[in-house]
């Protein structure tokens, strides 16, 4: 049965884990094309101005057209890293980020690379198991050619990633049943008992209590008689 920890950030069987997102590991995200009809539906939900939503006053500015709502071109690429690291590794939630920068406009069409660099790793020191990883992440736009034409997006943010987990050793969880010890036979009633020391009360013994018929010894009542040891 998969642990929480040892799912991926969409619930899937993790494959990757802390110990594999390691300095210097550039991780390709794909390539995301913008929907002009999904930019504007963004930007009149969330980020209304005029550059985003009118196209005859973006175009009569000095934008030259509608561009999109920054908000809407880091959602293409928190989702391009959902898809292609988040969806595979053992991700936490984030602690958050350092950075965010538009750096160009984005219009429709435009079809942007996506990638992520890891620039550090350490051990969490708040949430033991999880590691804190943290990462670059760009968005370039390509040309006719599938070259990089320009940087348009930029950010920098930490992330919490599950640490690998240790399996147990099957030979300590199969270890061998211990059998118990057989227990002393009981003497028969009709052999006599020769293993008795010398000098035991036997059943013929008067009682020692000072009676002479035989009954029982009284039981004290008394709280010292039940103290436990």
């Not at 210097?24 to 390539?31: A, R």
């Not at 930019?39 to 196209?55: K, S």
């Not at 020191?125 to 930029?154: C, F, I, K, N, Y």
């Amino acid at each position: 049965m998969t642990t929480p920890d040892a799912r991926s950030g969409t619930g899937r069987p993790a494959e990757l884990f802390f110990e594999d997102l390691v300095p210097g590991l550039t991780v390709d995200l794909g390539v995301v094309t913008v929907d002009a009809d999904e930019m504007v539906a963004f930007a009149r939900r969330f980020d209304p101005q005029w550059y985003h939503v009118d196209p005859d006053l973006a175009a009569a500015s000095r934008h030259g057209g509608l561009i999109a709502s920054g908000f809407y071109t880091v959602s293409l690429f928190m989702r391009a890293y959902v898809d292609h690291l988040l969806s595979r590794a053992a991700a936490d939630a984030s602690p958050g980020l350092e950075e965010l920068r538009w750096l160009a406009p984005v219009r429709a069409g435009d079809r942007l690379a996506v990638r992520v660099d890891v620039m550090g790793a350490r051990p969490s020191t708040a949430r033991p198991g999880l590691g804190t990883v943290s990462l670059t992440g760009t968005m370039l736009r390509l040309g006719p050619d599938d070259r990089p034409e320009q940087e348009v997006l930029r950010t920098r943010f930490r992330g919490w990633f599950a640490v690998r987990p240790v399996e147990a050793d099957p030979a300590e969880a199969e270890a061998p049943e211990t059998e118990a010890p057989e227990a002393a036979p009981t003497p028969d009633a009709d052999q006599p008992a020769v293993d008795q020391p010398d000098g035991g009360p036997t059943a013929a013994d008067p009682p020692t209590d000072g009676s002479s018929d035989g009954a029982p010894t009284e039981i004290s009542d008394s709280p010292e008689a039940h103290r436990p040891d």
